[in-house]
């Protein structure tokens, strides 16, 4: 999964989500043009070069392509690792105003077994923090990291990769220092309660937000602030044995999320491997270059290679932003 210069597309959204990504292109939200938009993305040439491993939603782990072929056995003939998302979304945090705690623990030692049998080797559980001033508490940190540590445990027990994902919602108007200090206490709190649970760190995955101030912010932060801050929370929080860690983009524009995974990787080596899980920034491109069009499937293909190779580049800290006339 953390091979050098390779990335993972999370192409995990819940069917309601994955309607937003269809609205971009004027499709109406119906299981054939989702079926559509997940087949172009998955079979798009030359992009097993880049990818190491794909996040599936459960329709989607269960879909198969036009040719008969489960998505999982489509990417597994190419090299790629299929992955799941299991968490159920969020709920209130009883309680606590404003905050969310994710569901999905009832039956997933089963969840995890069938998946397995359909092809899946690593699994994806988010947690959702947001930030405003009195949240998020350490309640709601501590309930959150329990469930994922659960989850990591079972997902361990069946042989499957856990990749633990706490998002730091980019939403508000905090600024980076803010930002800096909710993730190093989500992190910290989260490695403390995984280490408790006995989750084995070297077989498990960290997908993490960048820190950066919230996109309301009156001065948005650039790649080298980026960098320093989101590595200083690192090596706060995350043991050296975890066995790497991944970004989510999170709503920055894709151009932005490659700069910014580029000047992070220029800081290292760091003790981990690092690299790139995004949806929107690698989907995005590729949706407004198809926006449904038959005709247009060849060139929205190129579009999401390129996106992924500028990615893979960067994870490697050899973007050159000047040269990229097609990411925005
Ligand atoms: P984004 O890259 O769009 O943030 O999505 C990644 C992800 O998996 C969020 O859970």
């Known amino acids: 999964m953390m091979a050098p210069g390779k990335g993972i597309l999370a192409a995990d959204e819940s069917d309601s989500t994955a309607g937003k990504r269809l609205q971009m292109v004027h499709l109406p939200n119906e299981e054939a043009h989702r079926q559509d938009f997940r ?31 489960p998505f999982p056995d489509v990417l597994t003939a190419r ?67 329990v469930m994922l540590a659960r989850y990591a445990q079972m997902a361990q027990k069946t042989g499957i990769v856990p990749m633990v994902e706490p998002e730091v919602i980019f939403a508000g108007d905090h600024d980076i220092a803010r930002a800096e200090m909710v993730t190093t206490r989500a992190l910290q709190i989260l490695f403390q309660t995984l280490i408790k649970y006995k989750v084995d760190l070297q077989g498990l995955i960290l997908k993490s937000s960048m820190v950066l101030a919230g996109d309301t912010y009156h001065e948005q932060s650039t790649p080298d602030q980026i960098a320093n801050a989101t590595l200083r929370t690192f090596h706060m929080s995350v043991p050296h044995e975890v066995g790497g860690i991944v970004f989510l983009s999170g709503g920055q524009s894709p151009k932005r999320a490659t700069e910014n995974l580029n000047a992070i990787a220029k800081l290292g080596p760091q003790p981990w491997p690092i690299t790139y899980s995004y949806s929107r920034a690698l989907e995005e491109p590729f949706l407004l270059a198809w926006q449904g069009k038959p005709e247009n499937t060849e060139h929205a293909q190129e579009v999401l290679l390129h996106a992924c190779k500028m990615n893979s580049l960067a994870a490697e800290g050899n973007y050159v932003v000047g040269e990229d006339q097609v990411l925005k």
Request: glycine share 10%; hydrophobic share 40%; net charge negative.
């Open 79 to 145: 090299g790629i690792i299929p992955g799941i998302k299991v968490d159920l979304g969020t709920k209130d945090f009883e309680g606590f105003p404003g905050e969310v705690v994710s569901q999905g623990l009832d039956n997933l030692e089963d969840r995890f077994v069938e998946y397995y049998n359909l092809g899946a080797r690593f699994a994806k559980w988010r947690m959702v923090v947001t930030i405003d001033e009195q949240i998020p508490t350490d309640a709601c940190l501590e309930a959150n990291a």
């Open 39 to 69: 087949e172009l993305l998955f079979t798009a040439p030359g992009i097993n070069q880049y990818l190491s491993g794909v996040i599936l939603y459960d329709s989607t782990i269960k879909t198969a392509a036009d040719d008969g072929t």
